[in-house]
């Protein structure tokens, strides 16, 4: 609430700092090995990531950032609608549900019931985003891991 950090907040902020790099490239590196690996899955509508090279914005991706460095957010859409996006989140086992995405661990947020609940299924359509689509914040996990949790779900649907 000031221009001062308090002295724990200082030591935190510094130590996290050390590795910072590490960990946004394992985020990063891990969040499109998930989009790939969710590209194929008959359940699956449509996956986007900037790093995938069948995105709309991967050339500006490319031009924007750092070699693979393309974010941590995999947004999957499942067939179904919008009751098969609550239910990908709901069967995760290893990812947990969460409205802040971002951290060491990985959190998955359904669209229409989070970010953007204020939409009905037309104004998503209008802007894109599926009634179904969740965001998945790849997190620090082992990526085989997650990609298990995910097909697990996507499964069950």
């Given at each position: 609430l000031g221009g001062s950090l308090s002295p724990d907040?200082?030591?935190l902020l510094h130590r996290g700092?050390?590795?910072?790099p590490l960990r946004v490239a394992r985020h990063c590196a891990s969040a499109l090995t998930v989009a790939t690996a969710l590209l194929e899955h008959a359940a699956v509508e449509r996956v986007d990531h900037p790093g995938l090279t069948g995105h709309r914005d991967h050339?500006?991706?490319v031009k924007l950032f750092d070699e693979g460095r393309y974010g941590g957010v995999?947004?999957?859409?499942?067939r179904g609608g919008r009751q098969a996006g609550i239910d990908l989140c709901d069967r995760l086992q290893v990812i947990r549900?969460?409205?802040s995405?971002?951290?060491t661990h990985s959190k998955v947020s359904h669209v229409a019931s989070t970010t953007h609940r204020q939409l009905d299924?037309?104004?998503?359509?209008?802007a894109g985003i599926g009634a179904a689509a969740v965001r998945i914040s790849v997190g620090l996990e082992d990526p085989e891991d997650l990609i298990a949790d995910i097909v697990q779900a996507l499964d069950s649907l």
């Open positions: 907040d200082a030591f700092l050390a590795t910072l050339g500006l991706a995999v947004t999957v859409t499942p549900v969460a409205t995405l971002g951290g299924d037309d104004a998503l359509a209008a």
